[in-house]
């Protein structure tokens, strides 16, 4: 891959101690030769189910065309708000990759247990609607890969790539690291 192909990556944090009922987005734009060149932060409901559009608002907010994937490092950031790829990706005409880290048996049982009525019933909508979750191995490390608009090796490639070392893309990594200092931050003026 060519080191100027740029990706966005969107992590989240949110650290529960204050009450608080909105978690911080951010987006790293990274290139391929690991240069960040760009951030933008979003919030979304903690339990609620605006995470889709806060990404959509997110990357169109940072307004980069240069940015030719969308990689997102969960699927139900903030507590059970599902996203949906095929949203997210046809908002923002990229193709998008959601890259997690842990083996799961899936969200189902968690759903079931935290949500009843409507709001189980909308999030196993968008939830069932994924796309099927798969492993790859990226230097040593394994990870489970989402994607919408690629053929499974061209994600593959496109994760390979944008990961110069361990298991996680550097647009994530990034991402993640931006997400927790401005999470602490917004604790520190509350």
Known sequence: MKAGVRALGIAESYRGDHDRTR????GAVVRADRVCDGLAYGTCRVGGTDGTDAVIDLVADLDRPDVRYVLLGAIAPAWYNVLSLSRIREAVDRPVIAVTFEASDGLEAGLRDAF???????RLRTYRALPERRELS????????RHVGLEPAEADDVVRAFTPEGGRPEPLRIARLAARAADSYVRTVE
């Open 23 to 26: 978690s911080t987005l951010a």
């Open 116 to 122: 009843s009525g409507p709001e189980l019933e909308d």
């Open 138 to 145: 990226v230097d040593g490390e394994t990870v489970y890969v």
